[in-house]
C-alpha cells in the first residue's frame, strides 16, 4: 500500500535554483495538500487542490506554484529558492468533503526535507 | 495569539504513567476537532477525531470543551512506543481553515 509518495526525499538548492516537489497518491482521494513544516510551528498550507482541475492558495503560498496534473499527481515548484524555503514539505491527500463540511483525515507523504543555500 | 496553541513540552514520563495535553483555539467557528501523531523525522497520522461527546479509543481519551475552547487528550498506561509529538488540529469548516498546533513532545522513560 504505497498510500502518498512524494519525491525527492532530500535536496540542497543555491539560492535563486529551481525544483519541482512530485507528489503521488493512489486513494482515490480528490484533494490533496501542500505543507511545509518549521521547528516551533505547526504545518502551514501552502496550497491544495480541493479536486482536479483546481488549486486554491493556502496560508503561505508566495515563491511557489502547484500543479495538479491528473487526479493522482499534485505538484510543488519553487522558481527561484530562497533559504526562508529551508523547511520539510509534506503532500496530503482526503477525501473531501470530510466531518463538517472540511477535509476527512489527512493522509500524509514521508515529507521532502530541503535545504536552500 | 496563535489560533491553536499547545505547550510543547517536552513531558518525559514513566512507563504507566497518565499524561494528559491540553489544546486551546482561538476561533470559535471550529467545528471538527483531531489529534495526530508524528514520530521523529516521519509524517503526521490520525491518532484520533475528537468528538462533542468525549471518546475513547483502547488507552486513550480525547475530551472537546467548546464553552473554554479547548480539547484534550488522555493516555493512560503510557508505552515506551507512546513516544511521539502530538498535534492538535482544529478545523473551521474548510481546507484553509484547518489548523495544526506545533505539537506536544512526549517521551516515555523506561
Known amino acids: 500500500n504505497a498510500g502518498v509518495t512524494q519525491t525527492p526525499k532530500f535536496q540542497v538548492l543555491k539560492t535563486g535554483q529551481s525544483m519541482t516537489l512530485q507528489c503521488a497518491q493512489d486513494?482515490?482521494?480528490?484533494?490533496m495538500y501542500w505543507y511545509r513544516q518549521d521547528p516551533g510551528m505547526g504545518l502551514r498550507l501552502i496550497y491544495y487542490?480541493?479536486?482536479?482541475?483546481?488549486?486554491d492558495k493556502g496560508e503561505v503560498p508566495n515563491g511557489y506554484n502547484v500543479s495538479r496534473l491528473n487526479k493522482r499527481e499534485f505538484s510543488l515548484r519553487l522558481e527561484s529558492a530562497a533559504p526562508s524555503q529551508t523547511s520539510v514539505y509534506f503532500c496530503a491527500s482526503s477525501v473531501q468533503p470530510g466531518l463538517a463540511g472540511g477535509p476527512g483525515e489527512l493522509f500524509f507523504g514521508e515529507g521532502s526535507r530541503l535545504t536552500v543555500l | 495569539r496563535k489560533e491553536v496553541e499547545q505547550d510543547p513540552g517536552p513531558f518525559n514520563v514513566p512507563e504507566g504513567a497518565t499524561v494528559a495535553f491540553n489544546c486551546t483555539y482561538s476561533?470559535?467557528?471550529?467545528?471538527?476537532f483531531f489529534w495526530y501523531r508524528q514520530d521523529c523525522r516521519k509524517e503526521p497520522k490520525l491518532l484520533m477525531s475528537v468528538y462533542s461527546s468525549g471518546n475513547e479509543d483502547g488507552r486513550f481519551t480525547a475530551q472537546l470543551n467548546r464553552a473554554s475552547q479547548y480539547i484534550s487528550l488522555l493516555i493512560r498506561d503510557s508505552k515506551l512506543s507512546d513516544s511521539a509529538t502530538y498535534l492538535c488540529v482544529v478545523n473551521a469548516g474548510s481546507a484553509r481553515q484547518l489548523t495544526f498546533g506545533s505539537g506536544t513532545q512526549l517521551t516515555v522513560l523506561p
Open positions: 487542490s480541493a479536486s482536479e482541475g483546481t488549486t
Open positions: 476561533n470559535s467557528a471550529s467545528q471538527s
Open positions: 486513494m482515490n482521494h480528490n484533494s
